[in-house]
């Protein structure tokens, strides 16, 4: 049975808003999935990419169901900032930090790396994709849901395999992706709802979210060179 205009209208304005946020979002995932898998073989690395995007897209099935009162429990979203900060600080290790991790345990830690973080950073994403889907009829919500989940999986592995091209020519890209981490795990922080009230009723409450990605950012780079040092036992690099 063909859409009414209306309808028509709204299902194609959905779509498209799901295709930018999939765009925008993604790039933060795909990131992820270059730090933890760069270190790997290039056949292992594909398999984590696979693996560590498909976990991924699982995950935001199972929270698309329940992501909106997720995300209004107290105390979750800073439990998650804690999370994600210390991934940042781990992805900023050098390869020499762990000699004794076998190629094959580096699959599977990268996996669980990739799934762990697009848990905690997932929950904004779904709700903006469900909130997109809102926007058409009913009956149509499932299917554009289940087009932007199914959309984010050739991004996600497209956009990883580019980052790990730009951290192998640029080292300096490691560094930036995981500061990244502690952006979002800063922003993360400041908008849980255990703080968020108390943040808003500062004098600089309206910056609160920028700050709190400071704080994060700053948070990851001094971390991570305090587990650099104490890995290498204070050696140089």
Known sequence: MPLEPAATAAFVGAAAQIVLIDLLLGGDNAVVIALASRRLPLAQRRR??????????????VLTLFAVRLLQLPWLKLLGAVLLAWIGMRLMLPDEAHPEVQAADRLWVAVRLVITADLVMSLDNVVAI???????????????VAFGLALSVPIVVWGSSLVIRLMTRFPWVVALGALMLGWIAGGLAAGDPAVEPWLHRQPWGAAAHEIGGGVGVLAVWLGGQALRLRRTGGAGG
């Open 48 to 61: 984590a990419i696979l693996w560590g995007t498909l976990g991924a897209v699982g995950l935001r099935i």
């Open 130 to 144: 469900a909130g997109a889907a809102r926007n058409a009829a009913t009956a149509h919500q499932g299917l554009l």
